[in-house]
């Protein structure tokens, strides 16, 4: 079956670095994603990676290794309104998108 | 107003009750998606709906009715639910390229309660 993984809840502290991983095993690739979601609001689109490396946009990087089925997100200088659900998914070889359950990040000050 | 516009917010409805979840889309996007989302659980993709076509139904039980009347606007008509149907009901909407990197733009959610 088709599977990604990632951590259920994780804690960091206002100013720090966090990395958030996630792994999957796919029926192909054709690319892998991930959201944001704050609380009873809706996702929102941060980054997609087709490509093996690291893709940077401002304090959030998107790292990817097409090989060992695993992406992270980084989030750098981290601010309170971080705190939320970080939502990865991959397309597989079908185009179907396949969602991971979500980590909740927890900010403390 | 722009963006994926969901109504209502939210919903308690009987488990004898009809309802209909509305999505409107001002983005010009061909593409419009159901999806469930159930507390520390993956979403989980209900319908799809490209050109106004129904292009998927991933076995959803027949009490969740989509209608798809144009490229805009997206209905979920909800009929004799279960508890278990408690949920966020997500849509979203996509410029649809047959490539791997669809963008989704997801409305807020309509909060499913049955009791």
């Known amino acids: 079956g088709q599977n990604i993984d990632q951590p259920t809840e994780m804690t960091a502290t206002e100013g720090a670095i966090v990395q958030i991983n996630c792994t999957y095993q796919?029926?192909?690739?054709?690319?892998l994603f991930w959201y944001q979601q704050h609380a009873g609001e809706a996702p929102t689109f941060l980054s997609y990676?087709?490509l093996d490396g690291l893709e940077e946009k401002g304090r959030f990087s998107s790292f990817l290794s097409r090989s060992k089925g695993y992406s992270y997100l980084l989030l750098k200088e981290l601010q309170m309104k971080d705190s939320a659900s970080y939502l990865c998914?991959?397309?597989?070889?079908?185009?179907?998108?396949?969602w991971g359950a979500g980590t909740k990040l927890i900010i403390k000050p | 107003e722009t963006g994926v516009t969901q109504t209502p917010r939210h919903l308690v409805m009987g488990m004898t009750n009809k309802k209909s979840l509305k999505c409107e889309q001002h983005?010009?996007?061909?593409?419009m998606y159901w999806y469930k989302q159930s507390a520390k659980k993956p979403l989980e993709l209900m319908f799809v709906?490209?050109?106004?076509?129904?292009?998927e139904n991933n076995s959803v039980p027949s009490r969740f009715s989509p209608e798809c009347p144009n490229s805009s606007h997206l209905f979920l008509h909800l009929h004799t639910l279960q508890p278990e149907d408690s949920a966020l009901y997500l849509c979203?909407?996509?410029?649809?390229?047959?490539?791997?990197?669809?963008?989704?733009?997801f409305g807020a959610g309509s909060r499913l309660t049955v009791l």
């Open positions: 979203a909407s996509s410029q649809d390229d047959s490539s791997g990197a669809n963008v989704l733009t």
């Open positions: 983005l010009g996007h061909n593409a």
């Open positions: 709906y490209s050109l106004e076509e129904r292009v």
């Open positions: 796919t029926s192909g690739f054709n690319g």
């Open positions: 990676n087709v």
């Open positions: 998914a991959v397309t597989d070889s079908n185009y179907q998108l396949i």
